[in-house]
């Protein structure tokens, strides 16, 4: 077990012993977190800083201000991250986000992305997941476009833009895109277009389908499904003896 928790520290440089913890029951371990806490602290395993908490929006009733998510497909996130390839020559990333599942469900990478772009993002998961109620933004230029606006209404979802200023209006896409940074881009070193590319959608898949998520209860946004063997035959069953039809005399 301390050989698995070295392993999947090293691997991931940036998940705490809880994280570990859910990981290693994934595979097989029965470990409560106390023990694996024990290990880690006892191997010298440096435990990730914690982010600063940011606070929300509340009105004095109680109530959020922002709209907040209530089902999949009720509203998704965009927004764009930049890094430097090797040479350093700039790219950006669309990342989109259900804020219901946490699952990032688009990584589009290119050099130069613009409305456009975010348009035919949009309408290719608009035909693979549905069309959600409402697209949530900051108030990039990208975003504004008079064309991207008419076009997300004109397929029936309602647009709903943050206030300047307040990141934390925008807070899952935010969240998502600090840890593509802390975990991914500050870690790895591009020398193309391309191998910026694979790394980006092989880590997106990692994330969704095995990376415990700590408001999920340590389970990924969208795990693997598992198929079970498949049923071995029994015996077979006895047929039914036919029955002999006899014409009936008058």
């Known amino acids: 077990m301390t050989a698995d928790i070295t392993v999947l520290a090293i691997q991931y440089g940036r998940y705490g012993y809880r994280r570990i913890a859910a990981m290693l029951s994934d595979q097989g371990w029965v470990v409560n977190v106390k023990r694996v806490e024990r290990i880690w602290r006892r191997e010298g395993l440096k435990v990730p800083a914690r982010q600063l908490k940011r606070g929300r929006l509340w009105l004095h009733d109680g109530s959020c201000i922002r709209l907040?998510?209530?089902?999949?497909?009720?509203?998704?996130?965009?927004?764009?991250?930049?890094?430097?390839?090797?040479?350093?020559?700039?790219?950006?990333?669309?990342?989109?986000?259900?804020?219901?599942?946490?699952?990032?469900?688009?990584?589009?990478?290119?050099?130069?992305?613009?409305?456009?772009?975010?348009?035919?993002?949009?309408?290719?998961?608009?035909?693979?997941?549905?069309?959600?109620?409402?697209?949530?933004?900051?108030?990039?230029?990208?975003?504004?476009?008079?064309?991207?606006?008419?076009?997300?209404?004109?397929?029936?979802?309602?647009?709903?833009?943050?206030?300047?200023?307040?990141?934390?209006?925008?807070?899952?896409?935010?969240?998502?895109?600090?840890?593509?940074?802390?975990?991914?881009?500050?870690?790895?070193?591009?020398?193309?277009?391309?191998?910026a590319k694979i790394i980006i959608v092989r880590w997106r898949r990692h994330y969704n389908t095995i990376r415990p998520h700590s408001s999920l209860g340590y389970k990924p946004p969208a795990p693997k499904a598992v198929q079970w063997p498949a049923a071995q035959p029994g015996p077979a069953t006895p047929a039914t003896p036919a029955i002999a039809l006899r014409p009936i005399m008058n």
Do not use: Q
């Open 68 to 195: 907040r998510p209530e089902h999949p497909n009720h509203v998704w996130s965009y927004d764009f991250v930049e890094d430097r390839t090797h040479d350093g020559r700039k790219y950006r990333m669309l990342n989109v986000i259900d804020e219901f599942t946490r699952e990032c469900i688009a990584i589009r990478v290119s050099r130069k992305l613009k409305a456009v772009d975010v348009i035919d993002v949009l309408s290719d998961l608009f035909i693979l997941r549905g069309i959600p109620s409402h697209i949530r933004s900051d108030n990039g230029p990208e975003f504004i476009a008079k064309a991207l606006r008419e076009w997300i209404e004109a397929v029936g979802a309602k647009t709903v833009y943050i206030m300047p200023g307040s990141p934390w209006e925008i807070g899952y896409c935010e969240s998502f895109n600090s840890k593509l940074r802390d975990e991914l881009l500050n870690a790895e070193i591009f020398y193309t277009l391309k191998e």
